[in-house]
């Protein structure tokens, strides 16, 4: 990837500063902001009662009515964490196929495949087509300039993406700056600051006239993504990780009903979340929590409110 200053960064150079990033030192602009300090937290987490698989597996889907009642109450309430039955560790035919002494590239790129890079290029491409042929879209001088991106361009993209976390500054030009006391020259050198904002604007990783196929309309995207990539790992007692664009109480229970413990974030106006959380005046380090069907709803206070 070449930028508009004379040195270019190859392929091998982005990889080994990414997943070399401790020596990378997480710096801030002296006029940036702390994205987190002063947000009161939620934080859910999932179980269910003791019951068996088949009944979760064949009650009808009529009866789960029950769920669109959520009354939240600040009893002992028990949270039950699902033992783990899954098979741990890297899988054996993963393991076979990596060289020796492999390294976290190699690891990294036996999970990720190429197809994957190829299919968010192609999207991305397939978007950008549809948008500049389409008539009243609203073009720019820059969608003027679009071509056609590259696997290779996309993890570049992804790259620049990862490194952003390691040398935080408030505003995405600034990672393009000239000013020799801000200046990091590494991103120019991957790709220039109007091609970046082109991959941002056009970056896809499905086809939209597919959309409405895969995505049932009666749930919300957020939902269908999270069920649609555990389906493999469904019933095997996995904990599942997720923020506060994921995280709903509707999402928790449906988790419960395959046997997957779920933690994360959540915003506070989601809907079914416990009404008195808004209103709750806590002190600072100060925990409430509140439980119905099976989740655990946890606020606290940080800073400030």
Not at 11 to 31: K, M, P, R, V
Not at 232 to 251: E, H, I, M
Request: contains cysteine; glycine residues 4%.
């Amino acid at each position: 990837m070449a930028g508009r200053k004379g040195e270019s960064y190859t392929n091998n150079d982005i990889e080994s500063a990414l997943f070399e990033s401790d020596s990378f030192s997480s710096s801030t602009d002296e006029d940036s902001t702390d994205e987190i300090d002063g947000m009161d937290s939620v934080r859910s987490e999932t179980s269910c009662e003791e019951g068996g698989e088949d009944e979760v597996e064949h009650q009808p889907l009529q009866k789960r009515k029950k769920v669109d009642c959520w009354k939240w109450c600040n009893s002992n309430a028990s949270v039950k964490k699902f033992d783990f039955c899954g098979v741990p560790g890297i899988n054996a035919r993963v393991l076979r196929n990596l060289p020796n002494n492999a390294n976290e590239r190699d690891f990294f790129y036996a999970f990720v495949k190429p197809d994957f890079w190829e299919s968010i290029s192609e999207e991305t491409n397939r978007f950008a087509e549809s948008f500049l042929n389409e008539t009243g879209s609203r073009k720019s001088n820059l969608t003027d300039e679009w071509f056609s991106t590259t696997a290779e361009e996309i993890q570049a993209y992804f790259a620049v993406c990862i490194l952003m976390a390691q040398v935080k500054k408030n505003k995405i030009h600034k990672y393009w700056s000239p000013r020799a006391v801000t200046e990091t020259p590494f991103f120019g050198k991957v790709m220039p600051y109007r091609r970046f904002l082109l991959l941002s604007k056009f970056l896809h990783f499905t086809d939209n006239a597919n959309l409405d196929e895969k995505v049932p309309l009666e749930v919300p995207s957020s939902e269908a993504i999270v069920l649609q990539l555990m389906k493999p790992y469904f019933r095997l007692g996995y904990t599942l990780a997720v923020d506060n664009w994921y995280t709903s109480p509707a999402l928790f229970q449906k988790l419960i009903d395959k046997k997957t413990n779920a933690i994360g974030t959540v915003r506070q106006n989601r809907k079914n979340m416990p009404k008195h959380f808004q209103k709750m005046a806590l002190k600072k380090g100060e925990t409430k929590v509140m439980f119905c069907h099976g989740i655990a709803a946890f606020k606290w206070r940080d800073k400030k409110d």
